[in-house]
């Protein structure tokens, strides 16, 4: 079993910024990948960033520029960092790993980002 424990959320005005951390545990032998998610209300989760385990990273278009995405191998731990906040940035943020390239992969429970005036 893997545990996902996601912190850092809040409530932040529009061009702030907010850094979210995720920390692993459990059944951890090998990280393929870990992300960042999120979920607006009334609409799909979608991808933020991912970071693999060589360091190589993916970010969502809406994103890109704004958001960096850190991971320290040694302590199981993966980061957000997001500068630059819009309104469209509220939503629940979800931390992801997965073990190889054939996990389902395992979430933590959300962290709540509000972007607001």
């Known amino acids: 079993q893997v545990q996902l424990v996601e912190s850092g959320g809040g409530l932040v005005q529009p061009g702030g910024s907010l850094s979210l951390s995720c920390a692993a545990s459990g059944s951890i032998d090998n990280i393929y990948v870990m992300g960042w998610y999120r979920q607006a209300p009334g609409k799909q989760r979608e991808v933020v960033a991912i970071?693999?385990?060589?360091?190589?990273?993916n970010y969502a278009d809406s994103v890109k520029g704004r958001f960096t995405i850190s991971r320290d191998n040694a302590k199981n731990m993966v980061y957000l960092q997001m500068n630059s906040l819009k309104p469209e940035d509220t939503a629940v943020y979800y931390c992801k790993l997965r073990r190889s390239s054939y996990d389902v992969g395992y979430w933590g429970q959300g962290t709540q980002v509000t972007v607001s005036s």
């Open positions: 970071i693999f385990n060589g360091g190589n990273t």
